[in-house]
Every structure is written in structure tokens, then in C-alpha cells.
T-cell receptor, first 108, second 114 residues
Framework: DQQVKQNSPSLSVQEGRISILNCDYT??????FLWYKKYPAEGPTFLIS?????DKNEDGRFTVFLNKSAKHLSLHIVPSQPGDSAVYFC???????FGAGTRLTVKP | GAGVSQSPSNKVTEKGKDVELRCDPI?????LYWYRQSLGQGLEFLIY????????KSGLPSDRFSAERTGGSVSTLTIQRTQQEDSAVYLC????????????FGPGTRLTVL
């Protein structure tokens, strides 16, 4: 069963524009959500997280929004940079389940 | 400080052989996770160790897969009688028991079953 879903396998945006990556989950018991970024041939690295007691968490160019009623979270990157090109995974705690990932390509 | 390390980085084996993959977590991290990423797929959860508790094995795809964590530190993932569909990158992660629960990933072991 796929409790965490990323329905967009890829996304392409222009440098300087906003990137919005979406994630949906089905388990209402999840209380902590994380985004990871993965470059080719490397392990994923932690990017940003949000607790279910919040609906927004911002860190520099990265903001994660959580809509608990919709069981939906999104990662906003603004402005997008070519170095942001990677695969982004969302994850939900506990017994962490990952989405399939969204490949973001930022064109210069 | 040292991060999560995995060995070997690459493993090529013949169908039907057994393989062992090793993970050295960050010192002091009580939680250890195994995932795999098949070509074109997302990260698939395999197994989770937390301290001395019984591991969560719910992600293991078959009884050919098993994992141990000795002394609460190093972990070994064993795949018996490997099949071609086992070919993937196997990732290990560890985390401390804290509010953040951020996982730190190793570089992975690329397993190719011929």
C-alpha cells in the first residue's frame, strides 16, 4: 500500500520561477513530514520538515505547507535555481514511508 | 564527523547467490532504516530498527530478505537466492531519537543480479 504519494514524476521550471512539488498521504496518524533531496549517485539528504501542529515552515528559499484536512503537503522553492535540479522525496513519520519522488529540472 | 557508511558500494552477483550488505550508522543513532530504490522507482522501505525493540520488518518483500543489527550499531541486510528483480540501490539511514527525526543516509550499495 502506498501511504505517501507523489503523483508528478517530473517537473520542469525556469530559473527564478517558483517550483511547487506536491505530496499526498492517506494515513491520518502521520504527524511529522519531511522532504529529502537526492542527486544522482548520492543518498538522499534532508531538506525541510514540518510537524502536524503547524501548517507552514519556511527555511530560506524553501517553504513546506501542510493541509491536514486534505492530507496534502507541498514544497515551494522560490526562486528556483539550476542547482535545485534533483529528485525530491516527501516522507511521513512514523515507520517512514516515502513517495515515489518528483524529478525537478530547473532550466537556466 | 563520520556519516553513515555502506559497503560494498557496488556488488555484482549471479542469480541464486546470497549477498550481504553492510551499514555503519552514525555513532549514537538509535534508529536504523533500510530502503531500496529500483531503477525508475521511488524509495521503498524495507526494515526499521529502533534501539532494542523488535524491528519493523513490514517492508521486506519476501522471506529471502533478512536484516540484523548487532549491538545496536552495525546492520547487515542479507538477500538469499538473489533474483534479477532484486537489482537496485540499497540505502541505509540512521537517526537519533529526537523531535526532528531527520534521517541521514549512506551512499548506498548498488546491487546487480545477473
Amino acid at each position: 500500500d502506498q501511504q505517501v504519494k507523489q503523483n508528478s514524476p517530473s517537473l520542469s521550471v525556469q530559473e527564478g520561477r517558483i517550483s511547487i512539488l506536491n505530496c499526498d498521504y492517506t494515513n491520518s496518524m502521520f504527524d511529522y513530514f519531511l522532504w529529502y533531496k537526492k542527486y544522482p549517485a548520492e543518498g538522499p539528504t534532508f531538506l525541510i520538515s514540518i510537524s502536524s501542529i503547524k501548517d507552514k515552515n519556511e527555511d530560506g528559499r524553501f517553504t513546506v505547507f501542510l493541509n491536514k484536512s486534505a492530507k496534502h503537503l507541498s514544497l515551494h522553492i522560490v526562486p528556483s535555481q539550476p542547482g535545485d535540479s534533483a529528485v525530491y522525496f516527501c516522507a511521513a513519520k512514523s515507520c517512514v514511508r516515502f513517495g515515489a519522488g518528483t524529478r525537478l529540472t530547473v532550466k537556466p | 564527523g563520520a556519516g553513515v557508511s555502506q559497503s560494498p558500494s557496488n556488488k555484482v552477483t549471479e542469480k541464486g547467490k546470497d549477498v550481504e550488505l553492510r551499514c555503519d550508522p552514525i555513532s549514537g543513532h538509535t534508529a536504523l532504516y533500510w530502503y531500496r530504490q529500483s531503477l525508475g522507482q521511488g524509495l521503498e522501505f524495507l526494515i526499521y530498527f529502533q534501539g532494542n525493540s523488535a524491528p519493523d520488518k513490514s517492508g521486506l518483500p519476501s522471506d529471502r530478505f533478512s536484516a540484523e543489527r548487532t549491538g545496536g550499531s552495525v546492520s547487515t541486510l542479507t538477500i538469499q537466492r538473489t533474483q534479477q528483480e532484486d537489482s537496485a540501490v540499497y540505502l541505509c539511514a540512521s537517526s537519533s531519537r529526537g523531535v526532528n527525526n531527520e534521517q541521514f543516509f549512506g551512499p548506498g550499495t548498488r546491487l546487480t543480479v545477473l
